[in-house]
């Protein structure tokens, strides 16, 4: 695996909640961290974030979701992203979601969530990690 | 015209209280030399002390600041320019409105909580919406899955707000809508309900929000593009002039762009301009200010730096008013005068020792009322984790009636008026602003701002600032950067939505379509289709909608087809 390709992360918003302002701060802070980062805008469904991973052969999509909708949209992404052939495609991403969701997102193959109070560099430290172990060569 | 001789100051007395004066601020001038060197030896805490916004603050304040104020600016409460407040007796007379945000699963529930709310004292109803109903979705549409009732409550037609407020007297409840994009669709279905109630419209009193300006900026709940939003947004000051003379058609917002990581500055000024502009607007369709201005509202934020939120409240008056006068030409004192509703900073609440957000909220709530807001939603504690526990809730409220009650603030009208910082930093926020409305202007004005991204980088540049500054320990946040012992675990109580408020809804709104007219359903919509093509007031051909129980969703489709949707700018 080269050492020289950067992270491509694909940032997005699903579902109806408009709050972008984490979505927003991770996005420039994982662009300042080096990695490629593409956000998706607002008002995305699941089958518009997966295909837009697929089209830009991303290794992270990384969510935001507020709005208590995440039991529907983690799942559903990463079912797709699995029948697009994009298993290892990691999903990871953060905001409001209760300890107990979180530990049933882990069990369903997501990986880590962050909340509020979560530095970027903390985020940006497991994507780095992540990929050094379990990036596929591209 | 004879002037007489004890009309004029005897000029050796003048001449003599001029002098004691400079010899005044001469012998303050040397003390204040004095204590600048005692202040310049010790230690200091920090090498600079900022406001919230990032503004240096001064150790020390003096008369000398206010040497050249202007005592005009200063003015009486209820008096041009309003900086005092903008009516004369304030909270002497009455108190501003404890109007606590709620809004969860279907209305039924939500009407629970209401009365619980109004039981335990609250002076006036706010309705949250779910997100479905915030963008225009009916319940049982394929993009409302999973979002149904969970932030807010589910509103798909005129029966659920005849639910929504049942056992609750709209003539005696005023009632404020946060609702956006399809806001005038609301607002016929909250028409249509009070007249269910046998209300005359005349007497109804309440806010819609109705402010898509800062949708664009901010918080991003639209449907429509720019213009058909503006033209709904004049057609409800029309409308509502004619017939709710006592109900605010818009809350012309700062709070969200607040949230969405502005400045104190740029939350005033980004508002400030939002509402020119609604007047902008207002004025070209023909109406006269003086109809319509009376009903603009306004709505900010409250956040952490005390003194900072209190001086923006303060300036947002007098900037208001002056323009209003001077630029736009209002007679009417109504029209010069800004009234608003505040909330305390959601953004500033921390998941982390989660009672610690009841003092973050007293203090906010303790700045508003010293600001002068005319409304008030206080925050619950839980509100980083979930909606309000009824519990949370209950603190939250209580924590208003306590600063009215027992306090003492409100017992006399804007106590900080003279205060050598607060008139000061009034001063100065109102010329950061200024500096802010050029800025503006230079770029064509409001609609082309969002158009290029301006406003929408601002605020994400700001966001990103301020999470810098988190992140580097320069700004604390207690339980999350520092004293952080007892933020391990997170262990409250929160507020679950029953999974099953999804398919009730859904049960509810097929019964609907059972049991209406449907003949009259499509006769209506397919008028109103009519009517977004020409330049007639929609109010009239929606609220026909809306009494037919047409649903959110099938009077927004039908006015998308005509307006188009809203594509935004994207960049970060």
């Not at chain 1, 390709?5 to 408009?18: E, F, Q, S």
């Amino acid at each position: 695996m080269s050492e020289d390709r950067r992270v491509r992360v694909l940032v997005a918003k699903p579902g109806l909640d408009g709050h972008d302002r984490g979505a927003k701060v991770i996005a420039s802070a994982f662009r300042d961290a080096g990695f490629e980062v593409i956000y998706t805008g607002l008002h995305q469904t699941p089958e518009m974030i997966v295909s837009a991973a697929v089209q830009e052969d991303v290794d992270v999509v990384a969510m935001s979701v507020l709005s208590g909708a995440h039991m529907t949209l983690f799942p559903r992404v990463k079912e797709l992203l699995e029948q697009a052939g994009a298993e290892n495609v990691l999903v990871t991403g953060g905001g409001i979601i209760p300890k107990d969701d979180v530990k049933e997102l882990e069990d369903m193959g997501i990986g880590r969530l962050f909340g509020p109070g979560t530095s970027t560099k903390e985020s940006i430290a497991y994507v780095k990690e992540w990929f050094a172990i379990c990036a596929v060569s591209k | 015209m004879t002037i007489r001789e004890k009309d004029v100051p005897n000029i050796s007395e003048v001449v003599k209280a001029l002098s004691e004066r400079d010899q005044e601020i001469s012998d303050l001038k040397a003390k204040l030399l004095k204590w600048e060197s005692t202040y310049e030896r010790a230690n200091k805490r920090k090498a600079v002390f900022n406001s919230g916004s990032g503004t240096e603050i001064s150790p020390l304040y003096t008369d000398l600041d206010r040497a050249e104020a202007d005592p005009e600016l200063l003015g009486l409460p209820g008096n041009y320019p309003y900086t005092r407040g903008p009516y004369a007796t304030m909270y002497r007379s009455k108190l501003w409105t404890m109007r606590q945000f709620a809004g969860f699963a279907t209305a039924e529930d939500t009407n629970a909580r209401y009365k619980y709310l109004l039981d335990h004292g609250q002076t006036g109803l706010s309705v949250a919406f779910d997100f479905p109903t915030l963008m225009g979705f009916d319940s049982d549409h394929s993009r409302s899955l999973g979002e149904v009732g969970v932030c807010g409550v589910a509103v798909s037609s005129t029966l659920d707000m005849e639910e929504l407020f049942e056992g609750i007297p709209l003539d005696k409840v005023s009632v404020s809508m946060t609702i956006n994009g399809p806001a005038i669709i609301l607002f016929c279905f909250y028409i249509a309900a009070a007249e269910k109630q046998g209300v005359d419209t005349r007497v109804l009193r309440g806010t819609i929000q109705n402010d898509i300006l800062k949708e664009y900026q901010a918080q991003h709940a639209w449907i429509f593009p720019p213009n058909p939003a503006l033209r709904c947004i004049v057609d409800m000051f029309d409308w509502c002039s004619e017939n709710t003379p006592k109900y605010n058609p818009i809350s012309i917002s700062g709070y969200h762009i607040r949230e969405a990581g502005a400045t104190a500055v740029e939350e005033l000024a980004f508002t400030l301009a939002n509402g020119f502009e609604y007047v902008e607007k207002g004025l070209k369709r023909g109406l006269d200010i003086d109809s319509f201005a009376p009903q603009l509202s306004f709505f900010f934020d409250v956040h952490n730096d005390f003194f900072e939120e209190i001086a923006k409240l303060r300036a947002a008056r007098r900037i208001w008013a002056r323009r209003m006068r001077k630029v736009y030409g209002a007679k009417n004192p109504a029209s010069w005068r800004l009234r608003t509703h505040c909330q305390t900073a959601g953004v500033s609440l921390t998941a982390q020792q989660a009672e610690n957000n009841i003092v973050r909220v007293a203090y906010q709530a303790m700045a508003a009322a010293l600001g002068g807001t005319q409304s008030l939603h206080t925050n619950s504690m839980d509100e980083t984790l979930a909606l309000p526990t009824e519990k949370a809730a209950r603190i939250a409220l209580r924590t208003q009636q306590i600063l009215a009650y027992e306090s003492g603030i409100p017992n006399t009208i804007d106590p900080l008026a003279g205060s050598f910082y607060v008139e000061t930093l009034t001063d100065n926020i109102e010329r950061e602003a200024e500096i802010l409305f050029d800025e503006i202007e230079t770029l064509g004005g409001v609609v082309p701002g969002i158009e290029s991204g301006w406003f929408q980088q601002k605020i994400a540049h700001s966001a990103m600032r301020q999470q810098k500054k988190i992140e580097s320990g320069e700004r604390t946040v207690v339980g999350v950067n520092q004293f952080t012992e007892g933020s391990e675990s997170i262990e409250i109580d929160t507020l679950k939505i029953d999974k099953e408020v999804e398919k009730r809804q859904i049960a509810k709104i097929v019964a609907l379509k059972k049991s209406r007219d449907e003949s009259k359903v499509s006769e209506c919509l397919s008028a109103l289709h009519q009517a977004c093509r020409t330049d007639e007031n929609l109010v009239p051909k929606i609220l026909e909608c809306a009494r037919s129980y047409c649903t959110l969703f099938e009077i927004r489709d039908v006015m998308q087809e005509v307006f188009g949707s809203y594509k935004e700018p994207v960049f970060f």
